[in-house]
């Protein structure tokens, strides 16, 4: 059965996309079945791994809104191993045409219980909010894999972030797991991200990734060319990051249940 | 007017109510609940002070009061006047930090 970790932050800008596109095409390289779900209606992941939104007909709104089986909205990505399944504006509609309905906080994971066996990895992106769509991402999660730009402001939706986090697993997930923090747009140069990266493992211990993503032009520039930087340049360190950042989880997903190192 | 039962017996079956109410709180939860209401994080356990029954939206309901240890700090100047607080940003990721790791651990 196919393992589902949700990227999740509160806050925009975080590498949040990116790290789910170029995740995703990591497990797909190493020949592994990888499903990218896009749970944001700007549907950055979605032009992430080559979809054209304008071309699109059927996306994941459809299947939420019971229009559509589930199956029948996951389109053929950039890469081998790799399917998608889009969204884009109309999702913005999603949780107001959900709000109302009984089970809302578990659609998507019972939709994604119809097609898990066919994946050895689905991503979900999300949107940066603590919405109705948040909350079925991470209620149809395994674990949680949750980007830490190295900057303060970050650190204080981290905070709030977990508290949520908190909740879901209370009251709608038990066996949601922290996969791990990952400390994303690390600049070797810039003291903040020292003191944020050095804070994180001090108090966070083992439930931050051992690999880092640093700052890297590349990769904001292959979201813009609808592909991940592994299929653009695989010996990039940014393209190398995410090799070493889906390994690791892998090794994570051995030892089943992280606890923290005291 | 006419007494129909024992005060002393009536006023120490609710205390005997609001002590096994007592003995019945989940503690760990109830510390839970506090730090979210109010933002914060308690640096110890809590202790259940009184309890009272009281009515709560025409029901009959237990309010419960607790003590907790907080560890709380003003600055004032040589003059007595008080200095607001102006965190550096290692004292507050110091404290975010702190913050998350205690939720972490708790996940």
């Known amino acids: ?262 | 007017m006419t007494k129909v039962a024992n005060t002393q017996a009536i006023e120490k079956a609710t205390n005997d109510l609001i002590e096994n109410v007592k003995k019945a709180l989940n503690l760990k939860e109830i510390k839970q609940i506090l730090e979210d209401q109010h933002n914060l994080e308690i640096s110890d356990d809590i202790e259940v002070n009184n309890g009272e029954v009281i009515i709560h939206n025409n029901q009959i309901v237990y309010k419960m009061e607790f003590e907790v240890l907080l560890s709380l700090s003003v600055l004032l100047d040589g003059q007595g006047d008080y200095i607001p607080p102006e965190d550096t940003p290692e004292e507050s990721i110091e404290q975010l930090g702190s913050q998350a790791e205690d939720i972490v651990r708790h996940m």
């Open chain 1, 1 to 262: 059965m196919g393992h589902i970790i949700c990227i999740a932050s509160l806050k925009g800008g975080v590498g949040k996309t990116t790290t789910a596109v170029n995740l995703s095409a990591a497990f797909a390289s190493g020949q592994n079945r990888t499903l990218l779900i896009d749970c944001d209606p700007q549907g950055s992941a979605s032009m992430g791994v080559g979809i054209s939104k304008k071309k699109l007909t059927r996306t994941l709104y459809d299947a939420l809104v019971g229009t559509t089986p589930i199956e029948d909205t996951v389109h053929d990505a950039c890469a081998e191993f790799l399917e998608v399944i889009p969204a884009r504006g109309e999702f913005f509609r999603a949780e107001l045409e959900l709000i109302s309905k009984p089970g809302k906080e578990r659609m998507l994971r019972n939709l994604l219980s119809n097609i898990r066996n066919r994946y050895d990895y689905l991503i979900l992106d999300t949107p940066p909010s603590l919405s109705l769509i948040s909350i079925n991402a991470m209620t149809a999660a395994d674990t949680l894999v949750i980007p830490l730009q190295c900057e303060y402001l970050a650190y204080e939706s981290l905070i709030q972030l977990l508290r949520f986090i908190r909740l879901v697993k209370k009251n709608l997930n038990p066996n949601l797991k922290l996969a791990g923090v990952l400390l994303t747009m690390y600049d070797m140069g810039e003291k903040v991200s020292h003191q944020i990266a050095d804070n994180a493992r001090r108090h966070l211990k083992n439930a931050v990734f051992k690999t880092i993503i640093p700052r890297s032009v590349q990769l904001r520039e292959a979201s813009g060319l609808g592909k991940p930087l592994m299929l653009i340049d695989p010996d990039s360190v940014g393209a190398r990051s995410y090799l070493e950042l889906a390994r690791e989880i892998v090794e994570r997903g051995k030892n089943k249940s992280l606890k923290l190192e005291t």
